[in-house]
């Protein structure tokens, strides 16, 4: 890592940049047409993300609030705990002072943001010898942290044992690098039995008593409810804009996914979340209503994405598909499974719904929720058994009407780069033409986005998708 | 050195199992140390731990599991896919780590391309928690009653209390004899190789106890009453790291100068604890010594607790300097040797980290470089530069 | 005293220094052939020849390099990094680490004031970092491999290689070669990928000053200047002899002390 980058405190230099950014909801166009120029480095990004209007300013703003919230935490007493995306964040809001770290939604946004991305912050793991080959997308920032050039952590607390060995290793490992105490939850097999579900509940339990040990603290249970009232409204949000979906063309814009599961991962509960939901909503439906698709022009064919997106320089990927006039479906880390969801059809029985009568319903419902966050839920098993992979990708492909499945991941993911060439040639034998990206979705020295788009390319003309 | 051990160790095809074969007993492969073999010796049935020893070609592995796998479970399924498991009766692939637990869907897909190439009877995913306390360890404890009645409705057995305990004696024997050998690779001068001592180890994880425990026991005595001490080394090592079956490393570490005293590597001593409680409820007692006591980097957030145990091995082997190997894509030991590293070298333990593939896939001309330089490292007292006669 | 040789088959070239009193009186380097046995000899053939003697004047011959174990002639062999550490402290007394960059292996060392290793790491798990990349390179911009690092020196303006492995930063370039990007800027950039790969390798080992580099790669002008740039550390240049030559040094030198003590 360059000695210099130490210098600029990461998360400072976010806030900042989200605080200024949110600003531009105010500005008039030839404000904005003035400031892309000036901006060459981002204009890339914030064109089209402004492009979107209103919702993309309440993104800036939930985003320059997270990273608000955390430069601010030490001042105002708070401890900061260093968690993953696919950890619900509800239960640190919950309690009054405790501030989450994401080190995911770091790496997303240091990869398109700057040229060189998170490079650095990836080397400077290898420097203190954390493993090269593991998942680029907690490296991103976690070099970060490590480093000193993030805001100081506190404690660890995260939920991918028994899904994925290189996120809860890195976590385990930074931890013991900046000597925090730490609390993995831990996950079966499998999803449906009781038994299991016994286990998500007494596993969280001890997450609550570990926070409360190593937080210094005691959750709100108003505070609880009021979250948990408000995730019931921003999950019909959220179904109203999947079940719109499903519309041929699809009104959606594929970028919003990415809004959506960042401010999600971050954000869980807040009001201004729900508010980016509504005003998204609102833009959906005007594009339904008048049979637009979300990318502004004729969909030619519809990409489920049955692993994650890509984060290279200026989200290139969602550029791409929309260039090519092929619609976005989302992602695995677009679908959280409320029971209500429109896509619970084929896989009913395995979702989660929100109790809000007691405490204990309450705590139920969290760690309900976070068996069933991005891959917790669907790569916990064996690829074929019920509920995972496989089962979701079909199920989500009929439902939305996928005329084709990309597989785009990092070479970091042991987990399904052992599978994934058995769940491609399934996929394949049920109709959908499969796609495998082997570059890396943080780190774009593995394979340059302009060689995966070339592959990209010759697949979607090969296969007579275009 | 005891012949049967070393045969034992350097191959998959082995007499003592054909024989046992030949007799109706019933063989049950298992690929982790997270895999209580006292259940299946309560069975009657013989529990051999698979390895991927003498693997040349991956073509069949690298066609189910992609290309950023760690090259150990592509091995097992070169070899499940060119039938050297035919000895099976029954499998169980627990959930080591990633890239091993898919060796359950990887085996099961390559054999509808391959007949005949899983086990015949019984093919079985074991779900092993990654704490090894708590709610964690009641779940254990379910998971393993739970193979208990697979394996007896499978197979109509019957396992008992008694049966159970019965293995579990026999088998801390076994451990008891290990810890014995272990003492003996702590003597300096070094009376026992390294190469001997691992090819004990492996061993025990493919023979029958019975013909194990006599060997072992033979080859202690034998170490016992040697005149001379193993000739010629410079340095006492120590293995940490990856899972490792690979005696050509140990033989390469050896050739180079060194006496390897003493590894926590899979295969090798690998739990931190001597011996199975043999009282009580033998389930839970077999739970506890099975998933407490690994020192396994899969165990997230108990790094602190390995650290004592392996470094408290490693002083009492009274070894000079460690040798911490990781697969290649083995992240869970590749940064906990990031860690070790720092905490050994805090102690004054001269490290030395590699990278490698799986046992024989390894490029060993480099290899031996860096063994070179780590011996010519740790005798850092050359003779200084002297100006030369004028 | 009679003269001593040191003799380092590296994978892509073969080296062998002479040395008199502690003073270099010959040195050759040729290109490896696939047998190592040939390779060492023809070396030393030629580094014989101009230091005007025969095998039989040399006391002690010290074998180092990837192809060490197979020199017929030498008496004894060392790894590559002790005799890198070695040569570098005796050409620059000050040093404590050392960057050896050859031909397929890239080797970060760090010394004690005596000049005994005390650490090190080596990167060969891939061709990135290493020589080869930068051979690669060079073939692709269709430029002698010495070139490289000249050439960049005059770069103003260097471009981002978004791919360090070898064949996708082959295609990186290829990319940047048509969009008309000035070889400077190319060469440049594939200085600075080079260097970053090789600069996380050095930070792994906290490197103390002073910093000396040696192997082919050393001659690569544009390479260490990239490398001192990414650590924000100054690398002292090794200017006696060719840094290629430094194993051979050190296998030389540690043959010295051997016939010394003999």
Redesign the interface.
């Known amino acids: 890592?360059?000695?210099?980058l130490k210098e600029y405190p990461l998360d400072l230099l976010f806030a900042r940049t989200f605080q200024v950014a949110q600003k531009l909801g105010r500005s008039t166009e030839k404000e904005r047409a003035i400031l892309l120029q000036s901006v060459p480095y981002v204009s890339g990004l914030l064109g089209p993300i402004l492009s979107i209007g209103q919702p993309a300013i309440t993104f800036l703003e939930l985003m320059a609030d997270y990273y608000g919230n955390l430069i601010n935490a030490k001042k105002e007493g708070k401890k900061v705990v260093m968690t993953t995306f696919c950890f619900d964040p509800t239960i640190f809001y919950a309690f009054g002072n405790l501030v989450p770290v994401t080190l995911e939604v770091g790496t997303v946004i240091t990869s398109i943001l700057w040229?060189?991305g998170s490079?650095d912050f990836m080397?400077?793991c290898?420097?203190?010898?954390?493993?090269?080959?593991?998942?680029s997308s907690q490296r991103g920032t976690m070099g970060a942290y490590l480093s000193g050039a993030g805001v100081e952590i506190d404690l660890v607390a995260v939920n991918m044992?028994?899904v994925?060995?290189?996120n809860?290793?890195?976590?385990?490992?930074a931890?013991?690098?900046l000597n925090k105490p730490?609390?993995?939850l831990?996950y079966?097999?499998?999803l449906t039995p009781d038994?299991v579900t016994d286990?998500h509940h007494?596993?969280y339990r001890?997450l609550i008593r570990f926070l409360e040990e190593h937080g210094q603290c005691r959750f709100d249970i108003d505070r609880l409810r009021e979250l948990l009232e408000e995730k019931k409204i921003q999950d019909e949000l959220t179904n109203e804009l999947e079940e719109m979906q499903r519309l041929v063309p699809n009104p959606l814009p594929g970028i919003f996914h990415l809004l959506i599961y960042a401010a999600r991962y971050t954000n869980s509960g807040s009001k201004k979340f729900t508010r980016m939901l509504r005003e998204m909503v609102e833009v959906v439906r005007d594009n339904a209503t008048n049979g637009r698709s979300g990318m502004g022009q004729t969909e030619k064919c519809r990409a489920l994405l049955f692993y994650i997106d890509n984060f290279s320089f200026n989200v290139g990927m969602f550029d791409w598909l929309a260039r090519h006039q092929v619609s976005h479906m989302g992602s695995m880390l677009s679908r959280f499974f409320p029971d209500n969801a429109p896509y619970r059809r084929d896989v009913s029985g395995t979702c989660f719904s929100i109790d809000t009568r007691s405490l204990d319903t309450m705590i139920d419902t969290l760690a309900d929720i976070n068996a069933r966050m991005p891959m917790t839920r669907t790569i916990r098993g064996?690829?074929?058994a019920p509920n995972m992979w496989l089962e979701d990708s079909l199920s989500l492909a009929k439902i939305y009407k996928a005329d084709c499945c990309v597989y785009n991941g990092t070479?970091?993911?042991?987990?399904?780069?052992?599978?994934?060439?058995?769940i491609a040639?399934d996929l394949e034998k049920h109709g959908y033409p499969t796609h495998l990206v082997?570059a890396d979705a943080f780190d774009?020295?593995?394979?340059?986005?302009?060689?995966t788009a070339m592959r990209m390319e010759e697949f979607f003309k090969i296969r007579g998708l275009l | 050195m005891s012949s049967i051990l070393s045969q034992a160790a350097r191959s998959i095809d082995l007499d003592p199992v054909r024989k046992f074969k030949e007799k109706g007993g019933t063989v049950i492969g298992y690929t982790c140390s997270f895999v209580p073999v006292e259940i299946f010796h309560a069975a009657g049935m013989l529990p051999i731990r698979l390895r991927g020893i003498n693997t040349e070609s991956l073509n069949i592995g690298d066609a189910y599991y992609g290309p950023f796998v760690c090259t150990f479970p592509k091995a097992l399924l070169q070899q499940a896919g060119q039938g050297s498991f035919k000895f099976l009766d029954g499998a169980v692939i627990s959930a080591g780590c990633d890239a091993m637990r898919r060796l359950d869907e990887c085996w099961r897909k390559m054999s509808e391309d391959v007949p005949g190439a899983l086990p015949p009877s019984w093919f079985y995913y074991l779900d092993v928690p990654h704490k090894p306390q708590g709610v964690a360890l009641e779940w254990y404890q379910s998971r393993i009653r739970k193979l208990i009645q697979a394996l007896e409705e499978k197979f109509g057995v019957h396992i008992t209390d008694e049966s159970l305990h019965l293995a579990i004696s026999k088998q801390n024997k076994v451990r008891t004899a290990l810890g014995e050998l272990a003492e003996l690779r702590c003597l300096e001068p070094a009376v026992v190789s390294g190469t001997e001592a691992f090819e004990a180890l492996i061993a025990r994880n493919v023979l029958p106890t019975d013909i194990y425990l006599e060997e072992l026991d033979r080859l202690i005595e034998e170490v016992k009453s040697r005149a001379e001490p193993v000739s010629g080394y410079r340095k006492r090592l120590f293995i940490t790291g990856s899972i490792c079956d690979d005696l050509e490393l140990v033989e390469q570490i050896e050739a180079a100068g060194a006496v390897v005293v003493g590894e926590t590597v899979c295969y090798g001593l690998r739990n931190t604890s001597p011996l199975v409680s043999d009282t009580g409820d033998p389930v839970a007692a077999l739970s506890a010594f099975y998933l407490s006591g690994s020192v396994c980097p899969r165990m997230f957030g108990y790094y602190p607790t390995r650290l004592v145990a392996i470094s408290g091995r490693i002083k009492r082997t009274q070894a000079q300097g460690v040798i911490m190997q990781n697969i290649r894509f083995c992240d869970l030991h590749g940064s906990e040797n990031g860690l070790l590293e720092r905490d050994l070298e805090k102690l004054d333990v001269p490290t030395l980290r590699i990278e490698k593939e799986y046992g024989a896939l390894t490029e060993k001309g480099r290899l031996r470089m860096r063994i070179d330089a780590f011996l010519e490292q740790l005798e850092k007292s050359r003779p200084p530069v002297q100006e030369a006669e004028g | 005293m009679r003269m001593v040789a040191g003799c380092d088959v590296g994978s892509l070239a073969t080296k062998a220094v002479i040395m008199e009193r502690r003073r270099v009186v010959a040195a050759a380097i040729v290109r490896s052939g696939p047998k190592p046995a040939a390779s060492a000899q023809a070396a030393m053939d030629q580094a014989l020849a101009q230091a005007g003697c025969g095998l039989s004047d040399i006391a002690y011959c010290v074998g180092t390099g990837y192809g060490r174990e197979k020199i017929s002639f030498m008496n004894e062999s060392l790894s590559e990094i002790s005799c890198h550490g070695k040569g570098a402290q005796f050409l620059v007394p000050s040093a404590r680490s050392v960057i050896d960059i050859g031909g397929q292996d890239c080797k970060v060392i760090r010394l004690d004031a005596k000049g005994s290793l005390v650490k090190f790491v080596t990167n060969d798990k891939c061709a990135s970092g290493t020589g080869r990349f930068l051979e690669v390179m060079a073939k692709v911009l269709n430029i002698a491999v010495a070139e490289l690092g000249e050439l960049a020196l005059k770069s103003r303006d260097p471009v981002t290689l978004a791919s360090m492995c070898t064949v996708w930063a082959q295609a990186d370039v290829i990319k940047h070669i048509n969009a008309r990007r000035p070889a400077e800027d190319i060469c440049a950039g594939v200085n600075a990928a080079m260097a970053n790969r090789v600069a996380m390798m050095a930070n792994a080992l906290q490197l103390e000053n002073d910093i000396c580099m040696t192997g082919g790669v050393a001659k690569n002008k544009g390479v260490v200047q990239a490398l001192g740039r990414i650590m924000g550390k100054r690398i002292k240049e090794i200017r006696q002899i060719d840094p290629q030559l430094v194993g051979a040094l050190g296998a030389a030198l540690f043959a010295s002390e051997k016939a010394t003590k003999n």
């Open positions: 890592m360059r000695p210099a040229k060189r490079f080397d400077f290898t420097e203190v010898g954390f493993s090269e080959t593991g998942c044992g028994g994925c060995d290189t809860s290793n890195a976590y385990s490992f931890a013991q690098y730490f609390y993995g831990d079966p097999s499998e038994e286990y007494k596993d001890a064996p690829y074929d070479p970091g993911c042991r987990n399904t780069w052992s599978n994934v060439k058995l040639r082997y774009g020295r593995v394979e340059s986005w302009e060689a």
